[in-house]
């Protein structure tokens, strides 16, 4: 998508090099993250300079190929297995970062077999690599064409932490029907969540809409129940993080609250996500890990204070416990249907898109 | 209760003088505010220096006792009259806040006929507002040891906003019971909701708590759903601003929500309020006028930085929109009781409480 007028995407690889849009600095400023190694592009997902669930996948199968460059200096091998185990810990439960891990450490699995070989295989992981990053931008853009067909004109869409091209390599999956709708010239309207503790609807996607011009208001997580009970709600997309076989997705945290006083309300909840998302080894929520993340994002709050410096407030008395699960289970009863690039599908009809039909 | 070993209560009169506890700077510091006359008072009530159903009538009955003092240097009545409108024009939706105005007008409308019976009203309208703000200490304890009744030993129950002491004279509504629990040898949990955009429940109930040795943890507002779904909750209690004749409540924004989640786990929800907010002359909760505050409450957030000093963060783009309802309404259907100084109600019951049978 366009910043400035400039095309970006929100992850790529120059040479040995991944770069990335800095996210936790958005809407503040806007800063490329430039990550020299693959312990560097490790550790920026884990700290979420790149977060969401296409981006993240994108990030960790640049990740290995960083790795596969690196090890020819090292102990070839052993460097790589090692290298895969580190980003495969980075986050639990994005699945698309174990879908691009697996995918590029499936074409390196010759490695260190010989100094030719390994030139090779060093041209694959990339090419492997680049190959995940140009399917998700492919797949979330097929996603804004099929999902714009649910949005009529006028239509107010909810929306909950940031799916949008930020959280993939570019066009992003709910916020992708948005962007479409637009172009198609449907007056649209989206109720932007904050989304605490991070905050990545009141930074990220609010961020991207003011780019887009897409008409928005930011509220309180609190607030979206209000307006969907006042019918100032025509649907709900969000993204997700994984589905399960039967249909149940992991999002960010407090996407189950929004789904229960969706369906509560008559009103349509929509996950958009590429098929990369799904786990077809999961049977069901329940078995989704769910990452509980640092005291920190709940005691305190990044901001730009009066002086345009990033900085953090604390909120709470000092010395206090706190819980920070970062991810909902919604069960797939409350979803309305899932989009995918593959079509737009009821969750309890998943498994007719399973790989083995692929 | 007590702070630092010191009984206080919320707000006080002190000759003509409204004392209060500084409510936006806990828990950095504990501060007491002075009112010299009604219209800081009533800057302090919309400045919400003083807020909480109970809090705010307290308070808006001392500002109508100050105004009588006020009065007679003044023009008397015309002075009072409108002193009372600037006072009933604070806040729109705690009952509260009505209920006291009209008790302590009612007994001065005699006002100006005369230099003795100016005097006499003085004292009336001080005892009066006195006797409010004594009311709802002596209603709120009743609260706690009725609501204690529904607590069991080992119970771990979830809190919206902060309906403690602090929003009433002393003891509150919704931790009330908590308190009397834990008096009576009860082991208690506290699930907080941090409670955006002002975070009271981050800031007061986590502060109230941690005073009274209450074992509690903070969350996220969009983190309660998650642990209710995994029947970490055994129950919910929250405050409530204003009751209609049909038991619909409307509390702080975001309650409604928990208690649809509430009900779609099966997890009791409670209101705790005194029978002073019940509005008798409001039909349901569509009747309720709904306060829309500042946008600056959602664009921000204050805190304490490194340096302990409290400052406000931005956590938007800059010129951008927000929408901002302090309140939302729960139906009634959704209300498992509600606990008051007169017993523990169905909410379809209300009516056999009404005022023609006091």
């Not at 804004?144 to 107010?156: H, N, P, Q, T, V």
């Not at 897409?214 to 025509?234: C, L, P, Q, W, Y």
């Not at 709900?236 to 993080?241: L, Q, R, T």
């Not at 970062?326 to 009821?346: L, S, V």
Request: hydrophobic letters at 40%.
């Amino acid at each position: 998508m366009l910043v400035n007028g400039k095309h970006y995407r929100t992850v790529w690889l120059e040479g040995h090099i991944v770069n990335m849009i800095n996210q936790p600095v958005i809407p503040h400023r806007f800063e490329i993250h430039q990550c020299m190694n693959y312990k560097e592009t490790a550790e920026a997902i884990s700290n979420m300079i790149v977060r969401g669930a296409g981006a993240i996948g994108a990030t960790a199968g640049f990740a290995v190929a960083q790795a596969v460059f690196e090890a020819s200096e090292n102990d070839g091998f052993t460097f790589i297995e090692n290298a895969v185990n580190v980003i495969r810990n980075t986050r639990p439960t994005a699945q698309n970062l174990f879908y691009a891990v697996n995918r590029v450490h499936n074409v390196i699995k010759d490695y260190g077999t010989g100094g030719v070989i390994q030139k090779e295989v060093r041209k694959k992981a990339v090419a492997e690599a680049s190959a995940i990053a140009d399917e998700d931008a492919v797949s979330c853009q097929r996603i804004g064409k099929l999902g714009a067909s649910l949005i009529e004109d006028r239509c107010r869409i909810l929306t909950h932490c940031n799916a949008g091209w930020l959280a993939f390599v570019d066009w992003g999956s709910a916020l992708s029907p948005i962007y479409t709708a637009k172009r198609e010239g449907k007056r649209v309207f989206v109720w932007v969540d904050e989304t605490r503790p991070r905050c990545q609807g009141s930074r990220l996607t609010a961020w991207e809409l003011k780019e887009e011009q897409i008409n928005f208001v930011v509220i309180t997580d609190n607030a979206s129940g209000f307006f969907m009970k006042r019918h100032e709600v025509d649907m709900v997309i969000v993204g997700s993080d994984r589905i399960a076989r039967n249909g149940d997705a992991a999002n960010k945290i407090g996407t189950y609250e929004k789904a229960v006083i969706a369906k509560e309300n008559d009103i349509p909840f929509y996950v958009a996500a590429p098929t990369s998302t799904i786990d077809w080894d999961c049977p069901s929520g329940d078995d989704i890990p769910i990452e509980e993340r640092s005291e920190q994002e709940v005691l305190g709050i990044v901001g730009r204070d009066e002086n345009d410096h990033i900085r953090t407030v604390y909120i709470t008395p000092k010395g206090i416990k706190v819980r920070n699960p970062a991810f909902d289970i919604t069960p797939a009863e409350y979803i309305t249907a899932i989009i995918t690039e593959k079509g737009i599908i009821k969750p309890d009809e998943l498994k007719k898109l399973s790989k083995d039909q692929d």
